[in-house]
């Protein structure tokens, strides 16, 4: 697994993380531990959690596997957390105030068992809350010595722009990494998320790489999902919802090109459109998300896998979100070009 930094910071990061939202939920605490523990092995350093996985219980199981290990694998972990959304049920318990987050941020450390954490990330846009208060609050807690780098999750483009403008503008810690929702079916980002990502030099660590399942090729078009799967146990799940995302050809269109591709390279499906990610522009990590260790130590094939220049068109074209004519189409983007010929 290669390394790659966390956006413009200097800290080092494998190229593919550990999400770890099935903690707890999904995965049981000894089936956690002995993925952290294939994950670092296979050479990843880069460990994502939030305090909202599992109501705090992810944290927790993450924390107890940190204070089991040896100091050489604990000091090799990168850690990242998040804060934003609900932790109980006053009014003052979610959002990006400075109330919320200090008391998220407290928690998320108590949890973890750690004095700081390597990542912070707001885990959304707050629209209640001015962002100078909230970047305020991460600049302080960087300064106090809680978190080494401030990130953000689910942005938009110009809410991207705005925290770094801001954050430049008052001489605060500037935000260094996005967490987006990324893959082979969600290539929306592309639009303006990215492209603002790289002009401020913010680090992309994408989220849902294989599209909530559906990239795995599990589903198929005649037969709706059923079993211990997340489609099988909640069809309307999500972004990922069944009906939704079967009714688009182009779903089907893409999952025929991986399977093509995979077979040929002689690949698992997941590890193709792994690789396809990995190879993005501005991407620093993928998170991988796992209920069980058989399927993280699949998906952690993909750091070996380069796809052709012929791979990877073939994708980039089958998956073409389709932009109108106007803003992100041919006719917005002649608009915006310019040639000295």
């Not at 722009?161 to 290539?187: G, N």
Request: with cysteine.
């Amino acid at each position: 697994m290669d390394l790659r930094t966390l956006g413009r910071s200097g800290c080092a990061v494998s190229s593919l993380a550990l999400g770890t939202m099935t903690f707890g939920a999904e995965t049981d605490e000894a089936g956690a531990h002995e993925q952290l523990d294939v994950f670092v092995e296979a050479g990843g350093t880069l460990v994502d959690t939030a305090d909202v996985y599992s109501a705090g219980a992810s944290e927790e199981i993450v924390g107890r596997w940190l204070a089991s290990r040896p100091a050489d694998v604990r000091d090799r972990v990168v850690l990242a957390t998040k804060g934003r959304f609900p932790m109980g049920e006053d009014a003052n318990a979610l959002g990006t105030s400075r109330r919320h987050l200090r008391r998220a941020l407290h928690d998320s450390l108590r949890r973890l068992g750690v004095d700081s954490v390597d990542l912070y990330q707001l885990h959304a846009w707050d629209p209640l809350t001015p962002l100078e208060e909230t970047l305020r609050f991460l600049d302080d807690a960087v300064s106090a010595g809680e978190i080494a780098y401030p990130g953000l999750s689910n942005f938009t483009g110009w809410q991207v722009q705005r925290a770094v403008d801001v954050a430049e503008r008052a001489h605060l810690a500037v935000p260094v990494t996005l967490q987006p929702s990324y893959s082979l079916l969600v290539r929306d980002v592309e639009a303006e998320i990215v492209p603002a990502c790289l002009a401020n030099g913010l680090g992309l660590l994408p989220w849902g790489p294989l599209g909530g399942g559906w990239l795995s090729g599990k589903y198929t078009r005649d037969q709706r999902p059923t079993g211990a799967t997340r489609l099988g146990e909640d069809p309307a799940r999500g972004m990922e919802a069944y009906d939704r995302v079967a009714a688009r050809e182009r779903t089907w269109d893409v999952l025929s090109a991986v399977q093509d591709v995979a077979e040929a390279r002689g690949a698992t499906m997941p590890q193709v459109a792994l690789a396809w990610l990995l190879a993005r522009p501005g991407v620093s990590s993928v998170i991988l998300g796992a209920r069980t260790t058989d399927q993280l130590r699949g998906n952690l094939g993909a750091a070996g896998l380069v796809l052709s220049e012929e791979e990877t068109a073939r994708l980039d074209a089958v998956s073409d979100p389709g932009w109108s004519d106007y803003p992100y189409g041919e006719v917005g983007a002649e608009q915006r070009s310019r040639s000295l010929g």
